[in-house]
């Protein structure tokens, strides 16, 4: 998973805002903060993993709903989709003030919350999509003060959406599927790796305890469970290459010896590796 580059200021001159998409697989920020600006977090297909410094734990933020992170808070964000998509706002603290006074109430953001993001917020952002580009416009310079009031009212659609919306406890039921397809997806790029259940619980935003129970609720099998079947099934496919070996398929699954490799064939109702490179049936 590399690195998404970032930056502590994207906003200049008498910019107000700027509306970042980003479509990045297995998106992943080192540590950073912001200066003077605002950043509002939208997934839009995968669900976001935000470790910020006020908060004891992670959160996870799913489409349909935001986060806000204020300046100056040291945060970093991941997630685990090969199509991860969402979008992030970023707004001048000025600005931020401003829409305040006209609301005659402040962002809450001293712990960051998931908060329901309105049909507005969506509209607002789709109605930037469509002014982004002013290249071939009969007018550009109208066309250019237009896209420029789209990302305000984007500005101003995320502070009101931060200041009225309904906050949403973490680890929706509703949510656990998308949850469960996700750890799979990360279970099954590291399985080459040694993963504990701690580790996989901190990759998530989830407790271990939550994690074991929401993985057995929806697949009907363990976290370890299922590691060790993924690693038995990649493990019969590289059997069948040329010119592997069982020591380097042991390896690239994960595993330290051929012989742990053979006591999960056999758990799993699989011919020994050794006759499974032959062609052998499962012995279910």
């Not at 305040?100 to 402040?106: G, Q």
């Not at 917020?121 to 109208?142: M, Q």
Request: charged share 25%; aromatic share 8%.
């Amino acid at each position: 998973m590399n690195l998404y580059p970032t930056a502590s200021r994207h906003l200049y001159g008498d910019r107000v805002a700027d509306v970042r998409h980003v479509s990045v697989g297995e998106y992943r920020t080192p540590p950073h903060a912001h200066d003077d600006e605002y950043m509002f977090l939208l997934p839009r297909t995968g669900q976001l993993v935000l470790n910020v410094e006020s908060n004891v734990a992670p959160v996870r933020v799913a489409p349909k709903s935001f986060v806000v992170v204020p300046p100056r808070r040291v945060h970093d964000t991941r997630g685990h989709r090969p199509g991860q998509e969402h979008v992030a706002v970023y707004v001048a603290s000025d600005f931020v003030a401003f829409c305040e006074r006209k609301a005659r109430r402040k962002l809450a953001c001293n712990r960051i919350s998931i908060w329901s993001a309105p049909l507005a917020l969506f509209d607002a952002v789709r109605v930037a999509d469509d002014t982004r580009t002013t290249n071939g416009a009969p007018f550009p310079e109208l066309a250019a003060f237009r896209a420029d009031l789209a990302v305000r009212t984007v500005a101003a659609s995320c502070v009101e959406a931060g200041l009225t919306s309904a906050a949403i406890p973490q680890c929706r039921s509703d949510a656990h599927a998308e949850i469960v397809r996700d750890i799979r997806t990360f279970l099954d790029a590291t399985l080459d790796e040694p993963m504990t259940l701690d580790r996989i619980a901190y990759e998530f935003g989830l407790s271990r305890r939550t994690l074991t129970r929401i993985f057995r609720d929806a697949t009907g099998e363990s976290v370890v469970d299922y590691q060790s079947r993924r690693r038995v099934e990649i493990a019969a496919t590289l059997l069948r290459a040329p010119g592997m070996t069982v020591l380097a398929v042991a390896a690239a699954v994960g595993l330290d010896s051929p012989s742990y490799l053979a006591r999960l064939f056999r758990q799993h109702g699989y011919a020994p590796p050794n006759a499974f490179k032959q062609g052998a049936p499962r012995i279910d």
